[in-house]
């Protein structure tokens, strides 16, 4: 029988992983649930309009991104050169009733 995590955070959102982060390295095992059928929050592109075309959900978080220190201290992609973080997240979206 898997153990209760020490941590659960609701929401994957920069905020709600960055908790996850902090959590777990600081030795925390951690569950992170979400509500929506993708993660990211408002940090995640969705197809808004037409097919075909990607959209920032919402795209003013995005500068406020790379002024955080903490995020700054995680080895993850821009994702402009097409390569993906180093790490996957376990997260479970609570849509998901598999």
């Known amino acids: 029988m898997a153990r209760d995590p020490d941590a659960v955070v609701i929401g994957s959102g ?54 955080s220190p903490f995020f700054n201290s995680l080895p993850l992609s821009t994702g402009s050169s097409g390569s993906s973080p180093r790490h996957r997240w376990p997260i479970r979206s609570t849509t998901d009733r598999r």
């Not at 908790?19 to 979400?34: R, T």
């Open 14 to 67: 920069p905020n709600g992983l960055a908790a996850a982060v902090a959590l777990a390295q600081g030795g925390a095992s951690v569950l992170v649930l979400e509500g929506a059928p993708t993660i990211g929050g408002g940090l995640r592109t969705a197809e808004l309009t037409l097919p075909g075309f990607q959209h920032d959900v919402c795209s003013g978080c995005h500068p406020m991104g790379i002024l």
